[in-house]
């Protein structure tokens, strides 16, 4: 019980602030509360599938496949596949967090997660078409064009700047994590 | 749209996975299950903070603030409060549309929607949990810095600059 209540301490004490400002502005607080309600609507809807899908790679798909594929030494096919899964995915940047630990798990290279990363949060095929409606195909293309080269320039940077050891870290605990 | 066929992807996938195996099935279910609890808390902590963002900055503050002449300070501000602000893209596109004819620049919605989308002030805690703290800022910096380039060539593009 009282393991429960640490894991979601943050969580209340969040609450609880947002309970003040409620009692201090009622219009706010309310707003605040349905907006929050919207987002878990939307959670709702996005985040089972996404997680459903991950359970099946899992287990289905062997860490060797996952490793030619998109590991060390998967060259360009491992950087277009990271790009293609990124751009085909739905719902909000946090939703590839998750997807992005499994990957670690089965040995995906850091960098093509990055690019994965890189290409969830701005390259997205539904968001785009979406883009290209509201605001214009020469705001949505040059914004395209830019991105492309700029996910990339993003993802081996960082993969360069961060040692070794911080990478094979990060990756042990996210095995831990899938593992407990 | 692209829900539907996500639930459609799934499903398919789940019926030929329980088909072929139904322990593994079983156990794929299990580790989503426990995968998702175990991001429950970080996920419910952003889902408050995004409820009172979204309370605090509506469509209206926003244009006031990156209005016409808004220059680099209407720059500024549209970095910032993209990258700290998450809202879905199917709300984000036509608030920009109508950003853009309540006169704001293209260079400052550009900037607006680059750091929406790459940047996340508010999903740092769910991030974290799984590319530590270091690694977090990192990208949430370059990606910043990137957006900056991005509202630049916008500008350009559009014949702001």
């Not at chain 1, 349905?34 to 939307?42: M, R, V």
């Not at chain 1, 996005?46 to 998967?74: H, K, N, Y």
């Not at chain 1, 078409?129 to 080269?149: D, H, K, M």
């Not at chain 2, 790459?118 to 910043?144: D, H, Q």
């Amino acid at each position: 019980m009282s393991k429960i209540i640490k894991r979601y301490r943050v969580f209340l004490i969040v609450l609880v602030l947002l309970g003040i400002v409620f009692l201090v502005d009622r219009e706010l607080g309310r707003l605040a509360f349905q907006n929050a309600g919207y987002t878990i609507k939307e959670m709702l809807l996005i985040i089972p599938p996404i997680f459903v899908l991950l359970g099946l790679l899992d287990v289905w798909v062997p860490r060797e496949t996952m490793v030619r594929f998109m590991g060390e030494g998967s060259g360009a096919k491992g950087v277009l596949l990271a790009f293609l899964l990124g751009s085909a995915a739905a719902g909000p940047l946090y939703g590839a967090f998750p997807v992005a630990s499994v990957f670690m798990r089965k040995g995906v290279k850091f960098s093509n997660i990055l690019v994965f990363l890189g290409a969830w949060s701005t390259t997205k095929i539904p968001m785009f078409l979406f883009e290209l409606e509201s605001l214009g195909p020469r705001f949505a293309l040059t914004r395209l064009a830019i991105n492309i080269p700029g996910i990339l320039i993003i993802a081996w940077t960082l993969a360069a700047m961060v040692p070794k050891k911080t990478i094979d870290d990060m990756y042990r605990k996210n095995l831990e994590m899938n593992n407990s | 749209m692209s829900t539907i066929v996500l639930y459609g992807v799934t499903a398919s996938l789940l019926a030929f996975s329980f088909f072929k195996d139904r322990k593994k099935t079983l156990q794929a279910l299990r580790k989503a299950f426990k995968a998702l609890e175990n991001i429950l808390p970080e996920f419910l902590v952003v889902i408050l903070l995004v409820g009172l963002l979204l309370a605090l900055m509506d469509p209206a503050f926003i244009s006031r603030l990156i209005g016409v002449d808004s220059g680099i300070l209407g720059l500024v501000i549209a970095l910032v409060v993209g990258s700290i602000t998450l809202i879905p893209g199917f709300i984000a596109f036509p608030t920009a549309a109508m950003l853009l004819q309540g006169g704001a620049g293209y260079m400052q919605i550009g900037a607006f929607i680059s750091t929406l989308m790459m940047v996340g002030v508010v999903t740092i805690p769910v991030e974290k949990k799984y590319f530590g703290l270091r690694l977090t800022v990192l990208r949430n910096s370059l990606a910043f810095l990137f957006s900056i380039v991005v509202a630049l060539v916008i500008g350009l593009a559009m014949g702001e600059l």
